[in-house]
């Protein structure tokens, strides 16, 4: 059995797909208490803000020997890395590599303000962004 702390990712589908979680990809997450539908929810960034998915929080999103993101909520800060390890067709299983990120120069590199970003006038709210390779 493999030790660390492994957490699903779900929902990728609706916003970049899998293009960004390559294999060994390190993304930042962010604790989410404000969120409408789920006060533990976590979501997953990459540089400019953007949301690529969230950490799975319930038995049937999440892959069997991951922890749910409410299992992980207290575990971590407001912000931690997450790499990517494994993929399945409708699974990406990351593991956490730093419990808690306390550098602002790190967090600020996930800012809006920083994002270099097109609209597309056809879809509404679909914004075309450049991801190169590993978020850091």
């Keep these: 059995m493999l030790k660390g702390t492994f957490v699903t990712i ?10 960004p979680f390559s294999i060994g990809a390190t993304f930042l997450c962010c604790k989410e208490p404000d969120n409408a539908y789920d006060s533990e929810a976590i979501k997953v960034l990459i540089q400019g803000g953007y949301t690529i998915g969230y950490i799975a929080n319930s038995a049937s999103t999440k892959a069997n020997g991951t922890m749910s993101a409410a299992r992980i909520y207290d575990r971590v800060g407001e912000y931690f890395l ?13 593991e956490v590599t730093c419990f808690d990120v306390q550098d602002k120069e790190l967090i600020d590199r996930f800012s809006y ?5 097109d609209y597309d006038d056809e879809q509404d709210n679909h914004y075309e962004f450049q991801y190169k390779g590993n978020a850091f």
Aim: aromatic content about 14%; overall charge negative.
């Design 10 to 19: 779900t929902g990728f589908n609706h916003y970049k797909d899998r293009d």
């Design 82 to 94: 997450i790499e990517v390890c494994f993929s399945t067709q409708s699974k990406i299983i990351c």
């Design 113 to 117: 303000d920083e994002c270099e970003y």
